[in-house]
């Protein structure tokens, strides 16, 4: 698992025409680092995350939308069964 952050690119005559990988940072080894570093939210100001609460945050968003997703795919399926 790994975070890379990504620039836009543009033309000579400044159109936008894709995306460039700069580096990749192997999550685990960085962890620490993320861990200590503080997050600011503009919405609230008196919230304190630190940038592994919201990458786990993040996840955890994304698991449940897959478990939900293979839920409703379940449902579906068992509707139309004979």
Same mark, same amino acid.
Request: hydrophobic share 40%; proline share 4%.
């Given at each position: 698992?790994?975070?890379?952050?990504? %620039?836009?690119?543009?033309?000579?005559?400044?159109? @936008?025409?894709? =995306?460039?990988?700069?580096?990749?940072?192997?999550?685990? $080894? *960085?962890?620490?680092?993320?861990?200590?570093?503080?997050?600011?939210? %503009?919405?609230?100001?008196?919230?304190?995350?630190? @940038?592994?609460? =919201?990458?786990?945050?993040?996840?955890?968003?994304?698991? $449940? *939308?897959?478990?939900?997703?293979?839920?409703?795919?379940?449902?579906?399926?068992?509707?139309?069964?004979?």
């Amino acid at each position: 698992m790994g975070i890379c952050p990504v %620039r836009n690119l543009y033309d000579d005559d400044g159109n @936008y025409f894709g =995306l460039e990988e700069m580096f990749w940072i192997y999550y685990p $080894e *960085a962890r620490p680092v993320f861990a200590q570093s503080i997050v600011f939210n %503009r919405s609230n100001s008196a919230e304190e995350r630190t @940038y592994d609460e =919201l990458f786990w945050k993040g996840m955890d968003a994304l698991l $449940e *939308a897959e478990r939900i997703k293979n839920e409703l795919f379940e449902f579906e399926h068992e509707l139309w069964e004979f």
